[in-house]
C-alpha cells in the first residue's frame, strides 16, 4: 500500500522569503500522480500543483514549483516570495494512475499535513 | 468551475443520533468522494461512488454508510453517531474513474458528537 509523510506539522515563514515544505512517499508503482493541496481556514482545499511521475521535469506554477526526486520517492513544495494568503494547512497527496483496478475511484492519499504561518 | 457543496458548516449532534451529512455537485461528475480529516492524520478515504447507486467501501467505512440515489448528491450516514467520529468531513467529485481528472472539494463539515 501507498503511504505518504510529512514529517513538518508546523513551519513559518517571513513575508517575501522562500520557504520549502517536505514530503515523502512509498510505493511500489511506477507511474502515478503527487499532488500539493493548500487548504486556507475558509477549509476549501485548493490544487496548488501536480506532478505526473513520468515526467522528469518539475512542476512549476507561479511561485510554486515542486522538486521531485522520484528515485528518493521525495517530492517537496517551494514557496517563493511568500505572501500572507499564503498562510494555510498544505497536504502533499499521491494518486495511482486511473488504469490501476485497485485504484479505488482516483483515491487521493494524504499526508499529514503541514501548517505554514506567514510573519509580517 | 465546478462547485461542490455541503449542507452545513458546522453540526452538533448527541451520542445515538443518526447523522446525514449531504454533498452535491453540479459538473455531472461520476465519481464522489468522502473523507475524514483529522489532526495529525490527513484525510482519509470512508467511501467512494462510481455512479447513480455504487457505491464502494473506502479506508475506514466502519460505522459509516452512504447513498446515492440521484448522480449529483452523495450522502454519508452515520447510523448511531459515536463521539470518535467528532471530525471534519469532506466530500469531493471527480469527472470520471478512468480519466486523469482531478479531485474538486467541497468546504467540509464539522461535525461534534457530543
Known amino acids: 500500500a501507498q503511504t505518504v509523510t510529512q514529517s513538518q506539522p508546523e513551519m513559518s515563514v517571513q513575508e517575501a522569503e522562500t520557504v520549502t515544505l517536505s514530503c515523502t512517499y512509498d510505493?511500489?508503482?511506477?507511474?502515478?500522480?503527487l499532488f500539493w493541496y493548500k487548504q486556507p481556514p475558509s477549509r476549501q482545499m485548493i490544487l496548488v500543483i501536480r506532478q505526473e511521475a513520468y515526467k522528469q521535469q518539475n512542476a512549476t506554477e507561479n511561485r510554486f514549483s515542486v522538486n521531485f526526486q522520484k528515485a528518493a520517492k521525495s517530492f517537496s513544495l517551494k514557496i517563493s516570495d511568500s505572501q500572507l494568503g499564503d498562510a494555510a494547512m498544505y497536504f502533499c497527496?499521491?494518486?495511482?494512475?486511473?488504469?490501476?483496478?485497485?485504484?479505488?475511484?482516483?483515491?487521493?492519499?494524504f499526508g499529514q499535513g503541514t501548517e505554514l504561518s506567514v510573519k509580517p | 468551475d465546478v462547485k461542490v457543496t455541503q449542507s452545513s458548516r458546522y453540526l452538533v449532534k448527541r451520542t445515538g443520533e443518526k447523522v446525514f451529512l449531504e454533498c452535491v455537485q453540479d459538473?455531472?461528475?461520476?465519481?464522489m468522494f468522502w473523507y475524514r480529516q483529522d489532526p495529525g492524520l490527513g484525510l482519509r478515504l470512508i467511501y467512494f461512488s462510481y455512479d447513480v447507486k455504487m457505491k464502494e467501501k473506502g479506508d475506514i467505512p466502519e460505522g459509516y454508510s452512504v447513498s446515492r440515489e440521484k448522480k449529483e448528491r452523495f450522502s454519508l450516514i452515520l447510523e448511531s453517531a459515536s463521539t470518535n467520529q467528532t471530525s471534519m468531513y469532506l466530500c469531493a467529485s471527480r469527472l470520471h474513474p478512468s480519466l486523469e481528472t482531478e479531485q474538486y472539494f467541497g468546504p467540509g463539515t464539522r461535525l461534534t458528537v457530543t
Open positions: 459538473m455531472d461528475h461520476e465519481n
Open positions: 497527496a499521491y494518486r495511482s494512475p486511473t488504469s490501476m483496478i485497485y485504484n479505488q475511484g482516483g483515491k487521493l492519499i
Open positions: 510505493t511500489s508503482e511506477s507511474d502515478y500522480y
